[in-house]
């Protein structure tokens, strides 16, 4: 009975033990999703930019070539 209760005992440091350890982790993994997600945010707003930079490029490239008289991309 003695070995028993020091079974108990240590088995129920165990659970808190690993409770703590638990907690520390799913923080940990919040903490990265919660990078993750801000950097994944700002990738997508850089990437939105970057199209709208090269919309804007094409559009003055063929008002450029409207102004030079050339038509369909020809010389």
Partial sequence: MADLGKDYAANGS?????????TFVQNLLQQMQDKFQ???DQII????????RIDDLEKNIADLMTQAGV???RV
């Fill in 38 to 40: 801000v950097m994944s």
């Fill in 14 to 22: 165990d659970p808190k033990n690993i409770q703590d350890l638990t």
């Fill in 71 to 73: 038509e369909d991309g």
């Fill in 45 to 52: 707003t850089r990437i939105d930019d970057m199209g709208n």
